[in-house]
């Protein structure tokens, strides 16, 4: 079966601290990939997306997520945390064949100062 | 330059009742998602809509639920007679165009508490 999954539901880091939020997924055709970010009560933003081309992809906020055949997967990562990145990561994949996004169950960023 | 409007923005409806929940997707958007946020949960497909056309219903719960996208006016989520377990968040995305590789653009969402 198709699926998304992100390892470890709950992050911590220092400010300045590398952040890494990991992303895997279930497919045997790579699918188009998506991060996006939720603050609290407010909707969905996309922070970089995949879908051709280069495989490291850079978005919003300094955010930067590489694709990798092999290992299925696409980590989200950000060299020096800030306290503003703070919110809930979610990984999304639309699935070759699909037009929706099958998203994983999220991992919430906590950022200590 | 307006995103994507849902409202109202929470909703407070006593078990039996019906809950209309609204989507005003982009200017120029004609396809709308919607999808839906349980606690503890990520977020999970239920339909794919596009003007007077539903495309895709796989996630829809069998009964009570149903969606609309009429020629005019916004994307109607209707849920009939309302459970607890209908307690969630509900949020509409929109693009314009159907192919995989465009952004779905987010609204706020729409809190719905079932009392």
């Known amino acids: 079966a198709q699926s998304v999954t992100q390892l470890g539901s709950h992050v911590s880091v220092s400010e300045g601290a590398l952040v890494l939020l990991r992303c895997n997924y279930s497919?045997?055709?790579?699918?188009?990939l998506f991060w996006y970010v939720q603050y609290p009560n407010q909707g969905l933003q996309l922070l970089l997306k995949y879908t051709t081309g280069a495989t490291l992809v850079k978005g919003i906020n300094g955010f930067e997520a590489e694709f990798k055949k092999s290992e299925t997967s696409f980590h989200l990562t950000k060299p020096s945390a800030h306290m503003s990145d703070a919110a809930e990561y979610f990984c999304?994949?639309?699935?070759?064949?699909?037009?929706?996004?099958?998203f994983g169950k999220g991992t919430m960023l906590l950022v200590s100062p | 330059n307006a995103g994507v409007m849902q409202n109202p923005r929470h909703l407070v409806r006593r078990r039996g009742q019906e809950a209309r929940l609204r989507c005003s997707p982009m200017?120029?958007?004609?396809?709308v998602y919607w999808y839906r946020q349980l606690p503890e949960e990520g977020l999970k497909f239920m339909v794919y809509?596009?003007?007077?056309?539903?495309?895709?219903e796989s996630g829809m719960p069998k009964e009570r639920f149903s969606a609309e996208f009429p020629k005019e006016g916004p994307s109607i989520l209707r849920i009939q007679q309302v459970v607890r377990g209908d307690s969630a968040a509900y949020f509409c995305?929109?693009?314009?165009?159907?192919?995989?590789?465009?952004?779905?653009?987010f609204g706020p969402g729409t809190r719905l508490t079932v009392t």
């Open positions: 200017k120029g958007h004609s396809h």
């Open positions: 809509l596009q003007k007077e056309n539903i495309i895709d």
């Open positions: 995305a929109s693009s314009n165009a159907g192919q995989a590789n465009y952004e779905q653009y």
């Open positions: 497919s045997s055709v790579p699918p188009y």
């Open positions: 999304a994949v639309i699935f070759s064949g699909y037009s929706t996004l099958t």
